[in-house]
Structure formats: structure tokens, C-alpha cells
């Protein structure tokens, strides 16, 4: 079992920057790949990046060359810097724990953090 939880996120201006963290709990976080979703109103969740547990990224084309994800294993932990930030990124932030190559069953999802851009 993991449990995730996320924090860092908040009220920007266009332009600024926010950072993500996604905690995890338990042992086993570094075998794990961890990806950061969205979903804002109206809308269907997202991929927004996702980094295994080799370090191997893949980022969403809408956010590529302003987000970087990255994972500290020794503290559990997955980030994503958001820089350059727009409008169309507010939305409702989850981390995701997955294991590539095994069923659903082995997904978990934090309860999400609000990111809202807007002057």
C-alpha cells in the first residue's frame, strides 16, 4: 500500500512559477513510476508528466520546456516545477503511484492540490 500526498500548490500570476511535492508513504517508492495528472472543471484528467523508477521522463506536449518532473527516492518524494505558468494550466493537480506492467490494482492517487493562475 502507498499513500501519497501532495502539497505546494496555490494562487500564481501568469508567468510565475510553482513547485509540486507528492510525499510517499511506505518502502517501496523506488521501484514505483509517479506521475503528475490534471483536471480542471468540465474537463478530463491528464497527463501532465510521468518519470519511472529509472528516472526515464515523458511530459504532455502542452508543457514541455516549462514543467520538469523529478524524484528524491531517499525521501519519498516526487516533484514538479512548474515555470512560465498560463491560465489553461489551472486545474486541480494529483500525483499518481503506478507500477509499469501490472494491473490498476497497483495505482494509487493522492487527493490533488489547486493550482489557479490567474492576474
Known amino acids: 500500500q502507498v499513500q501519497l500526498v501532495e502539497s505546494g500548490g496555490g494562487l500564481v500570476q501568469p508567468g510565475g512559477s510553482l513547485r509540486l511535492s507528492c510525499a510517499a508513504s511506505?518502502?517501496?517508492?523506488?521501484?514505483?513510476?509517479m506521475g503528475w495528472y490534471r483536471q480542471a472543471p468540465g474537463k478530463q484528467r491528464e497527463l501532465v508528466a510521468a518519470?519511472?523508477?529509472?528516472?526515464?521522463?515523458n511530459y504532455a506536449d502542452s508543457v514541455k520546456g516549462r514543467f520538469t518532473i523529478s524524484r528524491d527516492n531517499a525521501k519519498n518524494t516526487v516533484y514538479l516545477q512548474m515555470n512560465s505558468l498560463k491560465p489553461e494550466d489551472t486545474a486541480v493537480y494529483y500525483c499518481?503511484?503506478?507500477?509499469?506492467?501490472?494491473?490498476?490494482?497497483?495505482?494509487?492517487w493522492g487527493q490533488g492540490t489547486q493550482v489557479t493562475v490567474s492576474s
Open positions: 499518481k503511484s503506478f507500477r509499469l506492467g501490472y494491473g490498476h490494482e497497483y495505482d494509487y
Open positions: 511506505g518502502s517501496i517508492f523506488s521501484i514505483n513510476a
Open positions: 518519470i519511472t523508477s529509472g528516472g526515464s521522463t
